[in-house]
């Protein structure tokens, strides 16, 4: 288990050194982005392949970002946790908005987001990202265009994109991902609107999360994977209240197969519940996004970690997302500040029946009895 150490360099810089207790793993990720075969070894007399995960939530680095962007490069939402996740060999956030500097913008729509795909795409590959969900409420903002340059420039930098495509099968189709015998599927869904965003027999689009599609997509995902991971851009804005479709649709994967459900597009924190053989995360919050909310400015990354198919724990690195204070570059937390994000998780994530512990200013969920 990890035992973090933060510690201030020159000015307000945060530096991260972090002290992984558990051995690490990894599965196959797209050229550019490899970190070695899922690792496999020996506890008493049965051989073990350990998969680690990371996700986060929300990206997006136009907006109110762009400026400071220009200012600091595009590397700099990474800096203070480009350490957080070497030692992971998956790692997944939602891509909010399109990378293009084309198309039109989508008319009637109060925010339309993008960023520019040469900038973006590189760093979210020197990050360490190898795969992102574009099934969200931004993903056409603009247009078809925009989501061929999106995915063009992630393909370009080897990162793997689910959850939208030129039609449905596309937009529904799982991605793989297979390196050293250990295959992980992901699969993404939108339940936001505009309607027109979702893609339909002939049109382009994300993956609407409808409940027969989705459990025919985990089962089928589950044939050719011994993980599976399914996101979804649900909910409410703003809130840590559930909707009871999000709770519906998050079994509904589980019983079908899946092993861990991420959740996006509150943009605040949202509960945990371990179900079943399974562990839903309802909302990851804000992760580096271009606004000045001054209701996301907490959030955390997850760290997920499987053996041989089955997750058997979570770790939760609070990080501080508040950009008035971070500007757009997340900053993990520590003492008092660490232990109110793991608090309030805990207090949305006990009537779920998930318990939390405080493990140094980082929140684990042991997932092994």
Same mark, same amino acid.
């Given at each position: 288990?990890?035992?973090?150490?933060?510690?201030?360099?020159?000015?307000?810089?945060?530096? *991260?050194?972090?002290?992984?207790?558990?051995?690490?793993?990894?599965?196959?990720?797209?050229?550019?982005?490899?970190?070695?075969?899922?690792?496999?070894?020996?506890?008493?007399?049965?051989?073990?392949?350990?998969?680690?995960?990371?996700?986060?939530?929300? @990206?997006?680095?136009?907006?109110?970002?762009?400026?400071?962007?220009?200012?600091? $490069?595009?590397?700099?939402?990474?800096?203070?946790?480009?350490? *957080?996740?070497?030692?992971?060999?998956?790692?997944?956030?939602?891509?909010?908005?399109?990378?293009?500097?084309?198309?039109?913008?989508?008319?009637?729509?109060?925010?339309?987001?993008?960023?520019?795909?040469?900038?973006?795409?590189?760093?979210?590959?020197?990050?360490?990202?190898? @795969?992102?969900?574009?099934?969200?409420?931004?993903?056409?903002?603009?247009?078809?265009?925009?989501?061929?340059?999106?995915?063009?420039?992630?393909?370009?930098?080897?990162?793997?994109?689910?959850?939208?495509?030129?039609?449905?099968?596309?937009?529904?189709?799982?991605? %793989?991902?297979?390196?050293?015998?250990?295959?992980?599927?992901?699969?993404?869904?939108?339940?936001?609107?505009?309607?027109?965003?979702? &893609?339909?027999?002939?049109?382009?689009?994300?993956?609407?999360?409808?409940?027969?599609?989705?459990?025919?997509?985990?089962?089928?995902?589950?044939?050719?994977?011994?993980?599976?991971?399914?996101?979804?851009?649900?909910?409410?804005?703003?809130?840590?209240?559930?909707?009871?479709?999000?709770?519906?649709?998050?079994?509904?994967?589980?019983?079908?197969?899946?092993?861990?459900?991420?959740?996006?597009?509150?943009?605040?924190?949202? $509960?945990?519940?371990?179900?079943?053989?399974?562990?839903?995360?309802?909302?990851?919050?804000?992760? &580096?996004?271009?606004?000045?909310?001054?209701?996301?400015?907490?959030?955390?990354?997850?760290?997920?970690?499987?053996?041989?198919?089955?997750?058997?724990?979570?770790?939760?690195?609070? %990080?501080?997302?508040?950009?008035?204070? =971070?500007?757009?570059?997340?900053?993990?937390?520590?003492?008092?500040?660490?232990?109110?994000?793991?608090? $309030?998780?805990?207090?949305?994530?006990?009537?779920?029946?998930?318990?939390?512990?405080?493990?140094?200013?980082?929140?684990? =969920?042991?997932? =092994?009895?």
């Amino acid at each position: 288990m990890y035992l973090p150490q933060w510690f201030f360099t020159s000015g307000s810089r945060l530096g *991260v050194v972090l002290l992984c207790g558990l051995a690490s793993a990894c599965v196959s990720t797209p050229e550019g982005a490899q970190r070695g075969d899922a690792e496999r070894v020996l506890s008493g007399e049965r051989a073990v392949t350990r998969v680690k995960l990371s996700a986060v939530g929300d @990206i997006m680095l136009g907006g109110s970002a762009a400026p400071e962007m220009q200012k600091y $490069g595009y590397d700099h939402p990474f800096d203070a946790v480009r350490e *957080v996740f070497q030692e992971s060999h998956l790692v997944f956030g939602n891509l909010e908005g399109p990378l293009t500097d084309a198309g039109q913008a989508e008319h009637d729509k109060r925010f339309v987001f993008r960023s520019p795909p040469q900038s973006v795409a590189p760093a979210l590959s020197n990050a360490g990202f190898n @795969i992102v969900s574009l099934a969200n409420n931004h993903t056409l903002d603009y247009g078809v265009e925009g989501l061929q340059h999106t995915m063009q420039a992630l393909d370009a930098v080897g990162i793997h994109h689910v959850g939208a495509g030129m039609n449905a099968d596309e937009a529904r189709k799982p991605v %793989i991902v297979d390196r050293g015998g250990a295959r992980v599927a992901f699969l993404a869904y939108s339940l936001t609107f505009p309607e027109n965003f979702w &893609a339909g027999e002939n049109t382009p689009g994300t993956a609407f999360g409808h409940e027969d599609h989705l459990r025919a997509d985990v089962a089928s995902a589950k044939l050719g994977a011994d993980i599976v991971v399914v996101s979804f851009h649900w909910g409410r804005e703003a809130t840590t209240e559930l909707r009871d479709y999000q709770r519906a649709l998050a079994h509904t994967a589980v019983d079908a197969g899946a092993v861990l459900v991420l959740g996006h597009h509150p943009h605040v924190l949202q $509960g945990i519940e371990r179900y079943k053989n399974g562990l839903i995360l309802y909302s990851l919050g804000n992760f &580096a996004f271009g606004s000045y909310s001054r209701r996301a400015t907490r959030s955390v990354i997850a760290q997920c970690t499987f053996e041989n198919g089955q997750l058997i724990s979570l770790q939760l690195i609070p %990080i501080n997302v508040n950009n008035v204070e =971070v500007v757009f570059q997340p900053l993990p937390l520590i003492g008092e500040a660490a232990d109110e994000v793991i608090a $309030g998780l805990q207090g949305l994530s006990r009537p779920l029946g998930t318990g939390i512990q405080n493990n140094n200013g980082v929140g684990v =969920v042991n997932l =092994v009895d």
